[in-house]
Nanobody, 119 residues
Framework: QVQLVESGGGLVQPGGSLRLSCAASGFTFSHYSMTWYRQAPGTERELVADITASGITTYEDSVKGRFTISRDNGKNTVYLQMNNLKLEDTAVYYC?????????????WGQGTQVTVSS
């Protein structure tokens, strides 16, 4: 079955760090762009970081210099290293996979993992 499973969320103090993981199964991971989104209560889901199948990365402005997205195709896993966390980073973080194929489109969401930044 096709699935994405996030892990690594938790409670951290401002300035702390977390590393989120998203383990993929049921599809050819190396062919997919992978994206981290987040959503805080009462807000729209927003893109945090993206990495293409070829390894090109993109970041939302507020996390540039603090977050790093990476992928390990051998482990079918994408990571989000989050450093210098701020209160406004508190959200549910979701992993998203997209093969970006016009004719054979496939997209998949993970269930989300909670990140809470609090003093």
């Amino acid at each position: 079955q096709v699935q994405l499973v996030e892990s690594g969320g938790g409670l951290v103090q401002p300035g702390g760090s977390l590393r989120l993981s998203c383990a993929a199964s049921g599809f050819t991971f190396s062919h997919y762009s992978m994206t981290w989104y987040r959503q805080a209560p009462g807000t729209e889901r927003e893109l945090v970081a993206d990495i293409t199948a070829s390894g090109i990365t993109t970041y939302e402005d507020s996390v540039k210099g603090r977050f790093t997205i990476s992928r390990d195709n051998g482990k079918n896993t994408v990571y989000l290293q989050m450093n210098n966390l701020k209160l406004e980073d508190t959200a549910v973080y979701y992993c998203f996979a997209d093969n970006r194929d016009t004719w054979y489109s496939h997209k998949c969401w993970g269930q989300g993992t909670q990140v809470t930044v609090s003093s």
